[in-house]
């Protein structure tokens, strides 16, 4: 028993390090250039998306008029988990989405 679980051991230690080498590679193969490019069109859409939006003020009354105009925007450029904190980190850690998400926090606080 204990010699078929060091097998299936060492069997999921193989298939942890192909994907630990698949994910390498995909990862290489994003190029400084292309990640710059994905960024400048996520910047792009963003701005398309927020473009002629009326931007809510807080002012002392309004604040779930506010709220809700913030949680719109946020959920347009899909960045309501960081806003709300669900996400405080990018949850994997391949560049472009490190990038895009610190874009996307950035933004939330501009």
Same mark, same amino acid.
């Given at each position: 028993?204990?010699?078929?679980?060091? !097998?299936?051991?060492?069997?999921?230690?193989?298939?942890? !390090?192909?994907?630990?080498?698949?994910?390498?590679?995909?990862?290489?193969?994003?190029?400084?250039?292309?990640?710059?490019?994905?960024?400048?069109?996520?910047?792009?859409?963003?701005?398309?998306?927020?473009?002629?939006?009326?931007?809510?003020?807080?002012?002392?009354?309004?604040?779930? !008029?506010?709220?809700?105009?913030?949680?719109?925007?946020?959920?347009?450029?899909?960045?309501?988990?960081?806003?709300?904190?669900? !996400?405080?980190?990018?949850?994997?850690?391949?560049?472009?989405?490190?990038?895009?998400?610190?874009?996307?926090?950035?933004?939330?606080?501009?």
């Amino acid at each position: 028993m204990i010699r078929m679980m060091m !097998e299936y051991m060492k069997k999921q230690d193989k298939r942890m !390090e192909m994907l630990i080498q698949k994910l390498e590679s995909n990862s290489s193969s994003l190029t400084r250039d292309s990640i710059k490019d994905k960024i400048d069109k996520f910047q792009k859409d963003v701005k398309t998306k927020l473009e002629g939006k009326h931007a809510v003020i807080l002012n002392g009354f309004n604040y779930l !008029e506010w709220k809700s105009s913030i949680l719109v925007d946020a959920h347009l450029i899909q960045a309501k988990d960081i806003l709300t904190k669900e !996400e405080t980190m990018p949850s994997i850690t391949v560049s472009l989405d490190i990038e895009l998400w610190n874009r996307k926090n950035e933004l939330l606080y501009t």
